[in-house]
Antibody, heavy 115, light 116 residues
């Protein structure tokens, strides 16, 4: 069974940092683009970042450039999102998703940025 | 102007068909893009429905019923998700997506479909 499981969310103060993880199983992780997509409370989907199969290409939405870093460890079938200088507007459910079609999604992990 | 624009809401009756539109910003030609569609129900992650580029280049999501289909309206520069034989379980939020410039991804704002 194809599965993505996110972890690492929580409550953090503005200016703080968090590292999200996504554990993949049931498919050949190293052959898929991977993405992070977030959804603020009551809002729509917002793509955050993606990374090519071998990690050689990374792309970010403008609002997180310079603050967030996407990475992957193909040996561990894992995707990561290092989030620094967090702001209130980063509060959201963060999903990891696989494939060029972004066709498999995890259940999400909640990040709350508040003092 | 947003890259992808979707109507915020749409209502339709059970058994009828619903046509959800995703309009691309002027200057972005719908004919050159794959349009991806997702369904999201409350409290659940999005589910991939289908990818549509043309009638000869399309992909249905795993387990997605054939009453969900894609098309394009070139004159409106829009992608379309057609849901036929509407059922109460189709009530959800629907999002379109494209891979835009420099391998970035863009989602539309979503359409809330009510079946009543």
């Amino acid at each position: 069974e194809v599965q993505l499981v996110e972890s690492g969310g929580g409550l953090v103060q503005p200016g703080g940092s968090l590292r999200l993880s996504c554990a993949a199983s049931g498919f050949s992780f190293s052959t898929y683009w991977m993405s992070w997509v977030r959804q603020a409370p009551g809002k729509g989907l917002e793509w955050v970042a993606n990374i090519k199969e071998d990690g050689s290409e990374k792309n970010y939405v403008d609002s997180v450039k310079g603050r967030f870093t996407i990475s992957r460890d193909n040996a561990k079938n894992s995707l990561y999102l290092q989030m620094n200088s967090l702001r209130a507007e980063d509060t959201a459910v963060y999903y990891c998703a696989s494939g060029y079609s972004v066709d498999v999604w995890g259940q999400g992990t909640t990040v709350t940025v508040s003092s | 102007q947003a890259v992808l624009t979707q109507p915020s809401s749409l209502s339709a009756s059970p058994g009828a068909s619903a046509s959800l539109t995703c309009t691309l910003r002027s200057g972005i030609n719908v004919g050159t893009y794959n349009i991806y569609w997702y369904q999201q129900k409350p409290g659940r992650p999005p589910q991939f429905l289908l990818r549509y580029k043309s009638d000869s280049d399309k992909q249905q999501g795993s387990g997605v019923p054939s009453r969900f289909s894609g098309s394009k309206d070139a004159s409106a520069n829009a992608g379309i998700l057609l849901i036929s034989g509407l059922q109460s379980e189709d009530e959800a939020d629907y999002y379109c997506m494209i891979w835009h410039s420099s391998a970035s991804v863009v989602f539309g704002g979503g359409t809330k479909l009510t079946v009543l």
